[in-house]
């Protein structure tokens, strides 16, 4: 079985930094699409952000959007989120997920249909 697993996540203050990271060493990690998605309590879960599976395309939802950037290692097999200037309202348990089905993210990278594999989440809390 497939295991998807994030790390990184934590307490921090408002305006402080966390990088995330994802790792899935049962897929082929060069030819997924990959995302970053987040719940906050009482909260749909939403789509943070999308990268295609070469690193060539990004995308972001409008908040996190100068803030946070997404990478990945194609060698470590690793994805990342790189979380700046962190408000209170990023506050959520952050997924990791993989497109199986796709390699590049498109315009509906934010539905969740698109993806396969899911970590159980890492949580970021930020107080103010």
């Known amino acids: 079985q497939v295991q998807v697993v994030e790390s990184g996540g934590g307490l921090v203050q408002a305006g402080g930094s966390l990088r995330l990271s994802c790792t899935a060493p049962?897929?082929?990690?060069?030819?997924?699409?990959m995302a970053w998605f987040r719940q906050a309590p009482g909260k749909e879960r939403e789509g943070v952000s999308c990268?295609?599976?070469?690193?060539?395309?990004?995308h972001y939802t409008t908040s996190a959007k100068d803030r946070f950037t997404v990478s990945r290692d194609r060698f470590k097999k690793t994805l990342y989120l790189q979380m700046n200037a962190l408000k209170p309202e990023d506050t959520a348990m952050y997924y990791c997920?993989?497109?199986?089905?796709?390699?590049?993210?498109?315009?509906?990278?934010?539905?969740?249909?698109?993806?396969?594999?899911w970590g159980q989440g890492t949580q970021v809390t930020v107080s103010s």
């Open positions: 997920a993989a497109a199986s089905k796709y390699s590049t993210c498109s315009a509906s990278w934010y539905s969740e249909d698109r993806y396969d594999y």
């Open positions: 049962g897929l082929t990690f060069d030819r997924l699409a």
């Open positions: 990268i295609s599976y070469n690193s060539a395309a990004t």
